[in-house]
Each structure stands twice: as C-alpha cells, then as structure tokens.
C-alpha cells in the first residue's frame, strides 16, 4: 500500500471510494462495511431503477425523476450529477448529519465529479482513494460479467469509464484491484492507517 498523505484529526471523518463504474466500489465497500462497525455507508439518492437484489433506503434511495429534481431546486443535497444521460444520483445532506449523528465515519462509493466535489468540501477530514482496474479491458469484461446492465447501459458506462480512467492523479491514494483478495486487505490496511483503528 502507498503511505497515506496524511491521518484524519478531526473525527468522525469521511472515506471516499470513486472510481469508473465496474472497478469494483460496490464490492470493496460492501467488505468493508462488514468488517468496520466504525464505518456508515452514506445512501445515495438516484431516479435510475432498482437492479434485483437493491433494496431501497439501504443501496439507494431510489425516487421517481420528479422527486429527485425537486429535492435538487430544495438545496437537499450535497452534491448531485447526471452521471448518464437523464440518471441522477446526489446525496442528501442528511445523510451526513444521520451517520456523524451516530459517531460513525461515512464511507462513500461515488463517480469521479461528485467525489472531487466532496474532497473540495471536506479536505482533510476526507480520505478519497481512486480504485484502478488492471485495464480497461478488465473494466469492460468485469462490467460486462456483472450482468445488470442493458447493452445500451453498458455502452454508455464504457464512454464515461474511458473519461474517468484519467482522474487516478486526481485523489489522495490510488487501490489497485487486481487480484479481488489482495485488494480487499489493502482496503482494509487504507481504513485502519486513516482512522488509526
Ligand atoms: P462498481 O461498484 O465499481 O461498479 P462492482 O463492485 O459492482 O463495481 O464490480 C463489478 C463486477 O466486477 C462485479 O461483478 C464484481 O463481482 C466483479 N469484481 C470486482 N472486483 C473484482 C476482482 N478483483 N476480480 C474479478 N472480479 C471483480
Ligand atoms: P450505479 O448505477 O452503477 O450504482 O452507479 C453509477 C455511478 O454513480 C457509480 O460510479 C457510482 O459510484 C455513482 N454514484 C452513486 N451514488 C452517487 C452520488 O451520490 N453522487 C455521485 N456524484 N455519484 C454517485
């Protein structure tokens, strides 16, 4: 693991995981949830469907399109994107005040905008860690074999992940995620050297 370029002061803190689609967020973050009772996944509001197996107000909070442009025109959220063409995602402010209300440090699992936008916001009480894929061919057959996707979904991940595979400068550490084991314990190692668990 490359040293971290600093520890968190001020607590509770905030773990940002952003990467293209595919890299494998939704993976590394779910493991780490499950080891860390210190951390909170930080629910993200979006209007794009539920896939199978997606629970709301757990993976997202999934709203109707209207819902979601008017919590935008109300300032709920922190920050929000048209990540695809007419699919939003955005999280709410409460969501913060809800998981530092229970002293838990928030991790996040956000596309490459939104995770520099909270970086801005936050500075040092945020670690944001940009998860890189071998390759890009990885990327695609990985997207691919996950299999949630229509083909035209799929197109239009592969458009946006060809952008976001030149943001890896961009954040604080860089995770591989080669072989899915090695990466996990890497993960592990970023969360405990930035919480100094
Ligand atoms: P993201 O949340 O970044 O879109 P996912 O966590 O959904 O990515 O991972 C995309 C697909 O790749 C999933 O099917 C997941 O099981 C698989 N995957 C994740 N990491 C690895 C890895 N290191 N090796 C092989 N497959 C992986
Ligand atoms: P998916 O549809 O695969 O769950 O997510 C698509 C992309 O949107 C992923 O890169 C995911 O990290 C990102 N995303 C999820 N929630 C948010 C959010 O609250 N804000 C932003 N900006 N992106 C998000």
């Known amino acids: ?5 600093f520890e968190l002061k001020e607590k509770p803190g905030i773990v940002i995981f952003t ?22 996944f930080s629910v993200s509001a979006t209007n794009r469907p539920a896939r199978p197996h997606e629970l709301n107000g757990k993976d997202y909070y999934f709203f109707r399109t209207r819902e979601f442009l008017r919590k935008v025109k109300e300032g709920a ?7 695809y063409d007419d699919q939003f995602y955005g999280t709410l402010s409460s969501e913060v005040d809800r998981i530092w209300g229970l002293d838990q440090h928030i991790i ?13 916001k936050y500075g040092d009480r945020s670690l944001a860690v940009f998860i890189k894929p071998p ?5 695609f057959e990985r997207l691919r074999g996950r299999k949630t ?3 035209a979904s799929l197109k239009k991940r592969i458009i946006r992940a060809e952008r976001e595979l030149t943001f890896e400068d961009k954040f604080d550490t860089v ?8 990466a996990l314990e890497e993960a592990e190692e970023i969360i405990r050297s930035f919480l100094s668990l």
């Open 1 to 5: 693991m490359q040293k971290l370029p």
């Open 19 to 40: 990467a293209p689609s595919g890299a494998g967020k939704t993976t590394i973050v779910r493991h780490l949830l499950g080891k860390f009772p210190e951390l909170g």
């Open 77 to 83: 959220f922190l920050e929000w994107e048209e990540v």
């Open 108 to 120: 996040f699992d956000i596309e490459v905008n939104g995770a520099t936008n909270l970086k801005e």
């Open 135 to 139: 390759s890009a061919e990885v990327l």
């Open 149 to 151: 996707e229509t083909e």
């Open 175 to 182: 995770l591989v995620n080669d072989d899915l084991t090695i």
